[in-house]
């Protein structure tokens, strides 16, 4: 059986991995005023973040329009494959899920799977790599989705959000709360529960915020399992380095990477913003 993985641009997966495991992505946008850029496509993160400190107004997002799914089964379809599983961002910020399964009902003759990953950026990654990687050596959609499912069981992230003044402007707080928020350096940690982002703490100090994060990973880490995990940050390449570099030292039965909030996700938590996700394999 030949089955095709797609994911969309939330997972921010490295242009390199797409193309060395044939995954196939199809991008969601930001609109600043008049202009719409497909994020990993039209505008890099870096970019995006000088933009949004230039604007007046936070930009908005969207989904990709369900003919781009449409076409995407068409030309699968053309190559030769019987199916194809799409893993999607959360359902529960989004609603590219709900759009590819309806894309999927247009087309005849492939079998179209949509994977609700119920999460985001690189952790959404996990399973889309996992997926692709099983494609690779001829698993179909039952498999993949049973290994999915599995992982699932396993996955956990942290995030924390550096700029109050961001969730302020995006209608996620008042002015007051982001007034006092800021001086008082609460750094609010978020997770998603039942595919919504929702607090976990509020944390004084940036500091002591990522200190925490590593806190609740050590709880998963505590019993030495293999696993993967990656830092992900929010235009702060250098310290986001510098914390997987200890990070692969205190815990070398975990295989690290890096990842970024890009454009879709950073407007929604902002410039400075850091996490860590990981699962056991």
Not at 265 to 273: A, P, Q, V, Y
Request: aromatic content about 8%; hydrophobic content about 40%.
């Amino acid at each position: 059986m030949k089955t095709a993985i797609i994911t969309d641009s939330t997972a921010y997966i490295d242009h390199s991995v797409l193309n060395k495991l044939n995954i196939h992505m199809v991008p969601l946008s930001v609109i600043f005023g008049q202009e719409t850029y497909r994020e990993e496509v039209d505008i890099t993160a870096e970019q995006f973040y000088e933009q949004v400190r230039q604007a007046e107004t936070l930009p908005t997002t969207s989904q990709p329009p369900i003919g781009q799914f449409v076409e995407l089964f068409e030309q699968l379809k053309s190559e030769g494959y019987d199916a194809a599983v799409v893993v999607t961002l959360s359902s529960g910020i989004s609603g590219t899920y709900q759009g590819a399964i309806t894309a999927g009902s247009m087309v005849d003759d492939i079998d179209v799977r949509v994977y609700d990953s119920e999460i985001s950026c690189m952790i959404q990654g996990f399973y889309v790599i996992e997926g692709a990687q099983m494609a690779n050596e001829g698993k179909g959609p039952d498999n993949i989705l049973a290994r999915l499912d599995e992982m699932k069981q396993s996955i956990r992230a942290y995030f924390m959000v550096d700029d109050l003044s961001h969730l302020q402007r995006g209608g996620r707080l008042s002015a007051t709360q982001a007034f006092v928020g800021s001086l008082l350096q609460v750094k609010p940690l978020l997770h998603f529960v039942d595919t919504k982002i929702v607090p976990f703490e509020k944390i004084r100090t940036r500091k002591k915020a990522i200190k925490r994060i590593v806190e609740l990973l050590d709880q998963d880490a505590a019993h030495n399992e293999p696993m993967k995990a990656v830092v992900i940050h929010a235009n702060r390449h250098e310290e986001a380095a510098e914390l997987k570099a200890e990070l692969e030292k205190e815990y070398p039965q975990i295989e690290w990477g890096i990842s970024h909030f890009g454009p879709v996700i950073g407007t929604h938590l902002g410039e400075g913003s850091m996490g860590i996700g990981w699962y056991k394999l």
